[in-house]
């Protein structure tokens, strides 16, 4: 008797999604919208370094924040890979990859 009730429950339940056909309402943005929300990258030929300090990842990915420090340009890939740049700037400095 248990097998029966919970065939028909599975049954029940796979018919009511069925039915169910409304179909997820997309809101549609304009472009000038969107690229408003997506921070714009810093151009890599302006720093000094082509991996980011802090995490070493190749800023050939992108560029979000940038520092001035001892004479050169250093590029990260975010703001908090910077903020950890700040709190030791001389050992990062010797680990970085910077341009010849």
Known sequence: MK?????IFGITTIAVACNNNEQPKHEKKDSAAMQSDVPQSIDIRIVDNTKDPA??????AGIGDTVSYNGKKFGFCSKECKEQFLKN??????AAALKK
């Not at 097998?3 to 065939?7: E, R």
């Not at 995490?55 to 050939?60: I, K, N, Q, R, Y």
């Open 3 to 7: 097998k029966i009730a919970l065939i």
């Open 89 to 94: 700037p001389a050992q990062l400095v010797s």
């Open 55 to 60: 995490c070493g990842m190749p800023l050939t």
